[in-house]
């Protein structure tokens, strides 16, 4: 079983940005799916982007389209995500998943996640 560890989280103003980074080990098939998720106490994790390593395809939630992307470094086997135009509302606890078959935007899809950073952006 591979294993994900994110960093990057922290403190932004409205505006900034922020770059969440995901360490695999252990998930080196290219047919794994990537995931970004995000929880705020209280309300079920949502899901911001994702990335299909095979064919780089990607999609985003509507509320961070244009605004956040997910990209990968193969080589070093990370998978990140660029928050630009923070919105108090981005704040909450990010969590990495990876699956090695289904790739959306639905928490229930991936077996396999990180510990979570967490992202504050005050306004």
């Known amino acids: 079983q591979g294993q994900l560890v994110e960093s990057g989280g922290g403190s932004a103003q409205a505006g900034g940005s922020l770059r969440l980074s995901c360490s695999g080990s252990?998930?080196?098939?290219?047919?794994?799916?990537m995931a970004w998720f995000r929880q705020v106490p209280g309300k079920e994790r949502e899901g911001v982007a994702r990335?299909?390593?095979?064919?780089?395809?990607?999609d985003y939630a509507d509320s961070v389209k244009d605004r956040f992307t997910i990209s990968q470094d193969s080589a070093k086997n990370t998978v990140y995500l660029q928050l630009n135009s923070l919105k108090p509302e981005d704040t909450g606890m990010y969590y990495c998943a990876a699956n090695a078959a289904l790739c959306g935007l639905d928490a229930n899809m991936y077996n396999l996640w990180g510990q979570g950073t967490q992202v504050t952006v005050s306004s």
């Open positions: 990335l299909f390593i095979e064919t780089k395809t990607t």
């Open positions: 252990g998930i080196s098939n290219n047919f794994w799916c």
